[in-house]
């Protein structure tokens, strides 16, 4: 029953069919620029360039801090784990599979719950911000509004 | 629309992230610097400011920027190694202030002028030890004045020499030898000439490399 595309008969309604595929095309979109957003956090963290400074302004305040990790796990590598989920969630829903709006609001759930404490962290314990964290967080944010726009309407019992 | 379009472009992105992510990893990963012998030589043979042995078995060389946070970070481990390998370590502070820090030069001066009354190193760790201050003050001269009298230097000669050639040279000298050795970024640590890369670039790391070069060195 989960691949199964849903027809003109879905089990919750949507307020508009075309605009609900128009808005999770825009989420998917968001979802891209988040996931290129955490690769480039991820090979910096992994390469090492996150514990040095360069030519240009970086984050290493942020990205060398014992926060960026999680045991042995870059928190930007579950960031991209995270964005590539919603985009292939928000990619099925846009194309009909609406089960996959579930998983899809579940996970911006968590990432919008992860982007206070990092915006927490930046603001109050680290006193600096990652030009490139406060872009994800932004993104985030916007996918967040998105879904809250979307959700299903139970229809009225009539 | 065709039911395999979302799982085509879920696989494509996918990819996309995969790929691109293994070409930034690749160009972003650190070279592997090995100084010749020479080059080594080379560095020992010019005016430095070093701490610990002058001949110790092991010299390690750091290109530092005092508005550098990671560089203020490594600043204690590296003095701790000093106090943990006094007669087995030299450990050499050369300024590589980078441009995209606002008051980087100015505070290699301070150091420098600092260094001229025979006061580089309580600059230095002043400078590392105050840097978050500093470094986001508007008005940073006067601090570095501050930090100055601070350290009981002759504040009229250490404004005349912070502004002086000598610094200028001094710190050119630095930076000519970092683009020597293809040094872009810091902190750029040489343990016995090998640059330090990703985890060895940590307290551990270091501590490990120290011993290793020891361990090198004390084999026949």
């Not at chain 1, 199964?4 to 089990?11: E, F, M, Q």
């Not at chain 1, 964290?133 to 993104?139: E, I, Q």
């Not at chain 2, 990893?25 to 010019?46: C, D, F, H, N, P």
């Amino acid at each position: 029953m989960m691949s199964r595309r849903t027809s003109s008969k879905t089990p919750a309604q949507i307020p508009a069919n075309r605009t609900v595929t128009i808005v999770y095309s825009l989420a998917a979109l968001l979802a891209v620029a988040g996931l290129a957003d955490a690769v480039y956090l991820s090979v910096l963290h992994l390469t090492g360039q996150s514990a040095v400074c360069g030519a240009s302004v970086g984050c290493s305040q942020v990205l060398a801090s014992k926060y960026a990790q999680i045991g042995p796990v870059p928190v930007a590598l579950l960031g991209v784990l995270g964005y590539f989920s919603v985009f292939s969630f928000t990619v099925l829903a846009a194309c009909g599979y609406l089960w996959a709006y579930r998983p899809a609001a579940t996970i911006v759930g968590l990432m919008f719950l992860a982007t206070l404490w990092f915006l927490y962290l930046q603001a109050f314990v680290l006193h600096a911000f990652c030009p490139y964290c406060m872009f994800s967080a932004a993104l985030t944010f916007l996918l967040a509004g998105l879904m809250v726009a979307t959700t299903p309407v139970k229809p009225p019992a009539s | 629309m065709r039911r395999w379009l979302p799982f085509a472009l879920i696989a494509a992105v996918a990819l996309a992230a995969f790929g691109g992510g293994a070409i930034l990893y690749r160009s972003y990963r650190q070279k592997v610097i090995t100084l010749t012998k020479e080059q080594q030589e080379a560095g020992r043979r010019e005016s430095v400011h070093f701490r610990g042995h002058p001949k110790a078995p092991v010299t390690l060389e750091e290109f530092g920027d005092f508005a550098c946070p990671p560089c203020g970070r490594i600043a204690g481990p590296v003095h701790a190694l000093e106090r943990a390998y006094p007669q087995q370590l030299q450990s050499i502070f050369r300024e590589f202030p980078l441009a995209v820090h606002p008051h980087a030069l100015a505070a290699a001066y301070a150091a420098e002028a600092a260094g001229l009354q025979g006061k580089f190193w309580e600059m230095h760790d002043l400078l590392y030890r105050e840097q978050r201050i500093w470094s986001e003050a508007a008005g940073a001269d006067q601090l570095f004045s501050s930090y100055a009298r601070l350290l009981g230097l002759d504040l009229a000669l250490f404004e005349k020499d912070r502004k002086g050639e000598t610094v200028r040279a001094r710190v050119a000298a630095d930076q000519k030898r970092a683009a020597a050795l293809g040094v872009t970024i810091t902190p750029s640590i040489f343990i016995n000439g090998k640059l330090m890369t990703g985890p060895e670039l940590s307290p551990s790391g270091l501590r490990a490399a120290v011993d290793a070069a020891l361990a090198a060195k004390a084999a026949p």
